[in-house]
């Protein structure tokens, strides 16, 4: 089930986070799995303006969480995470979907988002569902900041790309 997370759940999404990012480690890639994830502030923010949804379990209990929010006047997938008990059962593509179904409600053509363009669960993953690769020539100022920023925090010592999706 998709829905939006209840207040009291926000500290569960950052444990969930830190359990999604070791899977990283397993790549060698130990400054994004030790990555802290977003603060409480900042979670109660995204749940006041409408751009979290989680997916929970057969008992309600939190297993991934999508966060949205907005580049260049169109929508945009922030972050994505699935608890690893529970990957590969669906949860990933559902809390894409409901961000792709978020982003058609705005009456938006396109959402967007980055990501590590060889991680399998990344940019391979997206592709699967129907995003693209999007050059740096058509990315909007806001976006080509965002990649400024992450090449800055030296994210990009692995590969990452930018991705759009027609909606």
Known sequence: MIRRPRGHELGEIQALEARAGRLFADLGMDAVADDPPPGVPELREDLRRGLIWVATDDHDALVG???TGWIDDAPHLEQITVDPAFGRRGHGRALVARAE???RATGAGRMTLTTFRDVPWN???YRRLGWRELS???MGPE???VR????ARGLDRWPRTAMVKDL
């Open 148 to 151: 400024a920023a992450e090449a």
């Open 143 to 145: 976006l080509r900041a």
């Open 123 to 125: 940019a391979p993953y």
């Open 65 to 67: 969480y999508v966060r």
């Open 136 to 138: 740096s020539d058509a």
């Open 101 to 103: 179904q978020w982003g």
